[in-house]
T-cell receptor, first 120, second 115 residues
Framework: AQKITQTQPGMFVQEKEAVTLDCTYDTSDQSYGLFWYKQPSSGEMIFLIYQGSYDEQNATEGRYSLNFQKARKSANLVISASQLGDSAMYFCAMREGHDAGGTSYGKLTFGQGTILTVHP | NAGVTQTPKFQVLKTGQSMTLQCAQDMNHNSMYWYRQDPGMGLRLIYYSASEGTTDKGEVPNGYNVSRLNKREFSLRLESAAPSQTSVYFC??????????????FGPGTRLLVL
């Protein structure tokens, strides 16, 4: 079974509007982390936002917020006031659990990504 | 700070040739990773190194070997390249600190074409 599912291969949004990119995940761990990365056409991976499984508040970073619904196992990315520079591929990723010593090796499992196109 | 650097940026190999992809980080991170990204897909973990002196297999390790040369450097070797290894390879590093999200920072990637 897919651990991270991004059901939207492509999304379009008008400049200055908000857009939500969907991500659902599957894990039996109680402790896990959810990440969103942006990959522009230049290819680099840019960290956007993080949500820990025990965080009670939804994470926010500038125009990015994460709509975390733990019971539904979803971690949707909301981009407010879209800009042309937001056009890129967006990946949701999950880090599961820790070892017995409490250290996370940080291994990430990625979804297949959503291509976001912002229209002027 | 350069962050995570990778060399080369682009490489063309013939089937059966070998090569080593180099990765270095200057953030004093303990953990390092190698991922591959195939067209239209997310990244998949090849190998990782939780700390200097340790390496472990990830999701797709077949056909690859790694060496954690020291805390800064983590190399990926293809002993006998195959067309199925045509991909973009990303190196990443991270550090776990109590109470701080363990964010992975990625290098710019190496585009590998195996003919």
């Amino acid at each position: 079974a897919q651990k991270i599912t991004q059901t939207q291969p492509g999304m379009f949004v008008q400049e200055k509007e908000a857009v939500t990119l969907d991500c659902t995940y599957d894990t039996s761990d109680q402790s896990y982390g959810l990440f969103w990365y942006k990959q522009p056409s230049s290819g680099e991976m840019i960290f956007l936002i993080y949500q820990g499984s025990y965080d009670e508040q939804n994470a926010t970073e500038g125009r990015y917020s994460l709509n975390f619904q733990k019971a539904r196992k979803s971690a949707n990315l909301v981009i407010s006031a879209s800009q042309l520079g937001d056009s890129a591929m967006y990946f949701c990723a999950m880090r599961e659990g820790h070892d017995a010593g409490g250290t996370s090796y940080g291994k990430l499992t990625f979804g297949q990504g959503t291509i976001l196109t912002v229209h002027p | 700070n350069a962050g995570v650097t990778q060399t080369p940026k682009f490489q063309v190999l013939k089937t059966g040739q070998s090569m080593t992809l180099q990765c270095a980080q200057d953030m004093n991170h303990n953990s390092m990773y190698w991922y591959r990204q195939d067209p239209g897909m997310g990244l998949r973990l090849i190998y990782y190194s939780a700390s200097e002196g340790t390496t472990d297999k990830g999701e797709v390790p077949n056909g690859y070997n790694v060496s954690r040369l020291n805390k800064r450097e983590f190399s990926l070797r293809l002993e006998s390249a195959a067309p199925s290894q045509t991909s973009v390879y990303f190196c990443a590093s991270s550090e776990w600190l109590a109470g701080v999200p363990e964010t992975q920072y990625f290098g710019p990637g190496t585009r590998l074409l195996v003919l």
